[in-house]
T-cell receptor, first 112, second 118 residues
């Protein structure tokens, strides 16, 4: 069965520090992978996606993610975090048939 | 581009009331829309997949008579919570995928509807 795991429920980083949010998936074939961000009380905004090609993908707001097939991972990174990056981050797997599977989310707090 | 509008953004109503939530794709056509439910501090749980011109496909454990879905056009899907009770209070989010887009393409999300049943 398909599943997505985000091991870190909550992460706190200092402004200007680097960030890495972990995502592991379980799926029988190469999945389509996405990262979304959700601000409080709002919907989800797409940060980036991967479905083939270069395993390092660039997204909006300075985020990037790397697909590692051997580790079944798709970790999100940012070199220098801004206070406005504080939000909930969701990793998702897309499978044929249009369905998405979301991870449980990682809440990011940015301290000055 | 790819804007999804969800209305209302927040609704408070008495127990026993039926509530309708609209999900519109503003600048694209969507043959498929998705309805999610999100509890506080939790992830999104897919409730149902809404297909234009046909019946919705509900996930296991979701009461189809409780959560009525209608997808009458390529730009509009509605979710009606019938005879709502306090346990139905939640954050409901819809999403849509561009017509003809495959499952390797992202879903575009509305801003969600916070439903509070008194």
């Amino acid at each position: 069965a398909q599943s997505v795991t985000q091991p870190d429920i909550h992460i706190t980083v200092s402004e200007g520090a680097s960030l890495e949010l972990r995502c592991n998936y379980s799926y029988g074939a190469t999945p389509y992978l996405f990262w979304y961000v959700q601000s409080p009380g709002q919907g989800l905004q797409l940060l980036l996606k991967y479905f083939s090609g270069d395993t390092l993908v660039q997204g909006i707001k300075g985020f990037e993610a790397e697909f590692k097939r051997s580790q079944s991972s798709f970790n999100l990174r940012k070199p220098s975090v801004h206070w406005s990056d504080a939000a909930e981050y969701f990793c998702a797997v897309g499978v044929p048939g249009n369905q998405f599977y979301f991870g449980t989310g990682t809440s990011l707090t940015v301290i000055p | 581009g790819a804007v999804v509008s969800q209305h209302p953004s927040w609704v408070i109503c008495k127990s026993g009331t039926s509530v309708k939530i609209e999900c519109r794709s503003l600048d694209f056509q969507a043959t498929t829309m998705f309805w999610y439910r999100q509890f506080p501090k939790q992830s999104l749980m897919l409730m149902a997949t809404s297909n234009e011109g046909s019946k919705a496909t509900y996930e296991q454990g979701v009461e189809k008579d409780k959560f009525l879905i209608n997808h009458a056009s390529l730009t509009l899907s509605t979710l009606t919570v019938t005879s709502a009770h306090p346990e139905d209070s939640s954050f409901y989010i819809c999403s849509a995928r561009d017509r003809g887009a495959g499952s390797n393409q992202p879903q575009h999300f509305g801003d969600g509807t916070r439903l509070s049943i008194l």
